[in-house]
């Protein structure tokens, strides 16, 4: 098994990378986390804006800024944060100002990698994702990726920009993004499974290494809220 893949051609990452969600629940808690997960190798780290309201960007920079050499901040915009009148909003203009503000809060020029969260049903994906493309054409933004899509979905952005990743819920108990999953191998597409421990499944480091053995595209992002889980978690690919 590879444990690096290269996203986009371009950023070389370890496959088992951290999602960073849970930092929010315990913030001090959540620096140690992020400083561990990259003293133990972790060259990937999953966010969202609307993880915490933005919290969890924040906390990232806390915790890792200036980010060292090598180290890929992925973030997501494209959902409301529970106040605003659309929970999903994929407008440009909408997109552009919550890529602005992820910038800020991760104190970053150019966001690595970039994904829409979620299709916005009232606007077309090809109009998003060429938000995003021109974010990326003014260096805001340096890959773009999508995230809970389905096949159509990912073809439609494909017809407007380069789409180097997918994040879509999947586990061993969940295998609803299969064919997705293979185009994405089929032409070297990263493939983030969120919830990639499922429910009621069996330990950690065996789900984790069954994810990592099922295609060579697959990068799952656990995360954990406590060290003690990521070191758990981490455990999976110390053989890789």
Not at 14 to 40: I, K, Q, S, W
Not at 74 to 101: F, S, V
Not at 158 to 178: D, F, H, K, P
């Amino acid at each position: 098994m590879n444990p690096t893949f290269m996203l986009g051609g371009e950023l070389e990452v370890r496959r088992l990378g951290f999602g960073a969600m849970r930092v929010v629940a315990d913030p001090d808690e959540g620096v140690r986390v992020l400083r561990r997960a990259v003293e133990l190798g972790v060259t990937l780290i999953d966010t969202a804006d609307i993880y915490g309201a933005g919290r969890s960007e924040e906390i990232i920079a806390e915790a890792l800024h200036p980010y060292p050499e090598g180290l890929v901040i992925g973030t997501k915009g494209g959902l409301g944060h529970g106040l605003q009148d659309r929970i999903r909003d994929g407008r440009p203009e909408y997109l552009r100002r919550a890529c602005e503000a992820s910038l800020r809060r991760l104190k970053l020029e150019r966001i690595d990698l970039y994904q829409l969260h979620r299709h916005d049903p009232e606007v077309p994906i090809e109009e998003s994702v060429g938000a995003l493309r021109q974010l990326r054409e003014e260096g805001k933004i340096r890959l773009i990726g999508l995230s809970n899509v389905s096949l159509e979905q990912l073809r439609a952005a494909q017809s407007v920009a380069n789409i180097v990743s997918v994040q879509n819920q999947y586990n061993r108990g969940l295998l609803t993004s299969e064919d997705v999953l293979q185009a994405c191998e089929e032409e070297g597409i990263a493939f983030f499974p969120w919830s990639p421990l499922g429910e009621g499944l069996r330990e950690p480091s065996f789900e984790l290494r069954w994810l990592l053995d099922r295609s060579p595209v697959m990068l799952p992002i656990p995360g954990t809220s406590k060290v003690s889980h990521l070191e758990e978690n981490m455990r999976a690919v110390t053989t890789a």
